[in-house]
């Protein structure tokens, strides 16, 4: 009987793991399809010849946005929009702008943050921004968005 019960009980735990894996890989797939085809368009069109890293960002409208390097050797950005049309492709070198660690340090001498959840280069209706995500001293969370072009404070959402 008392295998019975340790066989039940390492089956139900086992079968727990394998759905909830199963779960987290369903829904991340969609977000990494998109990256890729975004990744292959970058480079089919020329804007770019090495990608570097690549994510989805989420503003007014949903944006892949796209590092790597052009036949100069250039870093640039580029943000291609979900519907992957080539005429809404924007692009930015990012020798032009703030980096993320300026944005970082900008929000730091601004606010009181306790953890930085995320920093992400985005693409909204005045160009490009910072979107900084982050837990203040209160335990609160907090969106603060910097202009990329000089840093330049755009949007904050605070004590959500």
Same mark, same amino acid.
């Given at each position: 009987m008392k295998n019975? +019960? +340790?066989f039940g009980v390492t089956f139900s735990a086992s079968l727990v793991i394998v759905l909830i894996v199963g779960i987290l890989w369903i829904t991340a797939s969609p977000f990494l399809d998109v990256q890729k085809k975004a990744e292959?368009?970058?480079i089919s =069109?020329?804007?770019l010849v090495e990608v570097e890293e690549s994510y989805v960002y989420n503003g007014k409208s949903p944006y892949v946005t796209v590092f790597g390097k052009d036949e100069d050797g250039e870093e640039k950005a580029l943000f291609i929009p979900i519907n992957m049309k080539e005429e809404f492709?924007? =692009?930015v070198s990012i020798a032009d702008g703030v980096t993320a660690e300026q944005a970082l340090s900008a929000l730091n001498d601004e606010a009181s943050v306790k953890e930085i959840l995320h920093t992400k280069l985005g693409f909204e209706e005045v160009g490009a921004v910072w979107e900084i995500t982050y837990i203040n001293k209160q335990n609160t969370l907090n969106y603060e968005y910097i202009l990329f072009e000089d840093g330049q404070w755009w949007k904050r959402i605070l004590n959500l």
């Amino acid at each position: 009987m008392k295998n019975w +019960i +340790i066989f039940g009980v390492t089956f139900s735990a086992s079968l727990v793991i394998v759905l909830i894996v199963g779960i987290l890989w369903i829904t991340a797939s969609p977000f990494l399809d998109v990256q890729k085809k975004a990744e292959q368009l970058a480079i089919s =069109t020329d804007r770019l010849v090495e990608v570097e890293e690549s994510y989805v960002y989420n503003g007014k409208s949903p944006y892949v946005t796209v590092f790597g390097k052009d036949e100069d050797g250039e870093e640039k950005a580029l943000f291609i929009p979900i519907n992957m049309k080539e005429e809404f492709i924007q =692009t930015v070198s990012i020798a032009d702008g703030v980096t993320a660690e300026q944005a970082l340090s900008a929000l730091n001498d601004e606010a009181s943050v306790k953890e930085i959840l995320h920093t992400k280069l985005g693409f909204e209706e005045v160009g490009a921004v910072w979107e900084i995500t982050y837990i203040n001293k209160q335990n609160t969370l907090n969106y603060e968005y910097i202009l990329f072009e000089d840093g330049q404070w755009w949007k904050r959402i605070l004590n959500l």
